[in-house]
């Protein structure tokens, strides 16, 4: 399985953004799929999850309410839409893939894609 994150970009705080991830391969209805991001100097963070079955959905605190992920199963993609966009946002964020649980651990996560960079300007 192969995953191929877009839609990173400069925006000013307030603005929204959407990444997309493609996946490529073998895709089952029972995986999760997610998001995760990294600020310069941190450790990577879980940031959203959906069942890519069910829909079922999981978010971080500090994006509830800001944040969407969804899924277009047809097309082996999903993304994430970010409103109301804060500096705080700014790291690059990754894709996932594989985990069979709604977990916010990314050692559940078989799949990665490379890492699409937001950076929100105050």
């Known amino acids: 399985v192969q995953l191929q994150a877009s839609g990173g970009g400069l925006v000013q705080a307030g603005g929204s953004l959407r990444l997309s991830c493609a996946a490529s391969g073998r895709i089952f209805s029972s995986h999760v799929m997610g998001w995760f991001r990294q600020a310069p100097g941190k450790e990577r963070e879980f940031v959203a999850a959906?069942?890519?079955?069910?829909?079922?959905?999981s978010y971080a605190d500090s994006v509830k309410g800001r944040f969407t992920i969804s899924r277009d199963n047809a097309k082996n993609t999903w993304y994430l839409q970010m409103n109301s966009l804060k500096p705080e946002d700014t790291a690059a964020y990754y894709c996932s893939s594989g985990a069979t649980n709604l977990s916010a651990l990314e050692r559940e996560y078989r799949y990665w894609g490379q890492g699409t960079q937001v950076t929100v300007s105050s």
């Open positions: 959906i069942r890519r079955g069910s829909g079922t959905t």
